[in-house]
Each structure stands twice: as structure tokens, then as C-alpha cells.
């Protein structure tokens, strides 16, 4: 686990705990019943729900990669249940 590099106390937007760390962990993410996990992501982690934050420019180019790798999952498992694309 990693201090806030910039040592600000952040708000959790889902739970509103002020318990958010600056960490590297694997994300599950599922999507119609069906889950990967999305490997090391940087973000701010809240230890009261465990929901991540991703922060646009403090963690580089995480938000861009986990969208694009959630986006992907997300067309695997429609085309795999048959659905048409989104
Ligand atoms: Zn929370």
C-alpha cells in the first residue's frame, strides 16, 4: 500500500467514507454475470467498500486502459451470449 502522493484526504463518491488509499491492485469486473479481472490497476481504493476510484491524470493512463480493457469484456461476453453490439 502506497501513501496519497499528495497526502490530500479524498472522499469515497460511492460510500462517502474518507478512507480512500492509493494502491495497485486487480479489479473484478463483471459484466452479465460474467467476471475478469482487470490486472494492477493504479487507483484510490476505499477500505470501507473497496470501490476504486480511478483519478484521470494522477494515475496516468489507467482510466483510458481499464475503460478500453472493460470495454473489450464487454463486447467478448455480448458476442459470446449472441447479443448484437453496443
Ligand atoms: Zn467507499
Known amino acids: 500500500m502506497r501513501r496519497n502522493p499528495d497526502g490530500k ?3 469515497c463518491g460511492t460510500c462517502g467514507a474518507k478512507a480512500l ?3 495497485t491492485r486487480d479489479m473484478p469486473h463483471t459484466y452479465l454475470d460474467e467476471t475478469h479481472i ?6 484510490y481504493y476505499c477500505s470501507t467498500c473497496g470501490e476504486a476510484q480511478l483519478a ?3 494515475s496516468g493512463g489507467e ?3 481499464v475503460f478500453n480493457e472493460a470495454g473489450a469484456f464487454i ?6 451470449k449472441g447479443l448484437p453490439k453496443l
Open 38 to 43: 482487470i490486472k494492477q490497476v493504479t487507483a
Open 9 to 11: 484526504i479524498r472522499i
Open 75 to 80: 463486447a467478448k461476453v455480448r458476442e459470446q
Open 63 to 65: 482510466c483510458d486502459r
Open 56 to 58: 484521470a491524470g494522477q
Open 21 to 23: 488509499v492509493f494502491d
